[in-house]
C-alpha cells in the first residue's frame, strides 16, 4: 500500500468527498482524526509530532507548515454551519488546536485516550 504523503490528508478527504467520495463532515474529521492509526507515533498527525520541530526549522519549512494550518482551519471553519465567518474560524482554532493537543496527550499515555476522545466529543458539540 502507497504511504500518504504527511500533509494534505484532510484536502485529499474534502477532494474526495467534492467528486462523489465519501462525505467530509465536522463531526466525521474530527472522529478520523482520532482513530487509532492517526493518533498512535509513527502513523498520526504529522503537524503534531513535527510541531516542535518546524518552530526550530528554517524559514521556508515553516512556511510551509503555516500553510497547511492555515489550509486545515480554513477547510474545518468551511464544516461548520452558519454564516459567521469570524465565529467558525474562533471554532476551527479550538477545534484544531484541541485534536493536536489530543494526539500529544495520546503520545503521552494511552490512560488519556478516553479523556481526550471525550474532550473531542464536546469539542463537536460547541
Not at 68 to 88: M, S, V, Y
Request: net charge positive; hydrophobic share 40%.
Amino acid at each position: 500500500m502507497r504511504q500518504q504523503p504527511p500533509f494534505g490528508a484532510w484536502k485529499r478527504q474534502r477532494a474526495a468527498d467534492a467528486s462523489g467520495g465519501p462525505p467530509l463532515s465536522y463531526a466525521k474529521l474530527i472522529d478520523d482524526y482520532l482513530n487509532e492509526a492517526h493518533r498512535d507515533p509513527g502513523t498520526g498527525c504529522a503537524v503534531s509530532a513535527l510541531a516542535a520541530e518546524i518552530a526550530r526549522s528554517d524559514k521556508r519549512t515553516r512556511a510551509l507548515a503555516c500553510e497547511e494550518i492555515r489550509n486545515n482551519l480554513q477547510l474545518i471553519a468551511g464544516l461548520l454551519p452558519g454564516k459567521d465567518e469570524r465565529a467558525a474560524r474562533s471554532k476551527a482554532i479550538l477545534t484544531y488546536s484541541a485534536q493536536l493537543d489530543a494526539v500529544r496527550f495520546r503520545q503521552l499515555s494511552q490512560r488519556f485516550s478516553e479523556t481526550v476522545h471525550a474532550g473531542l466529543v464536546i469539542v463537536k458539540l460547541l
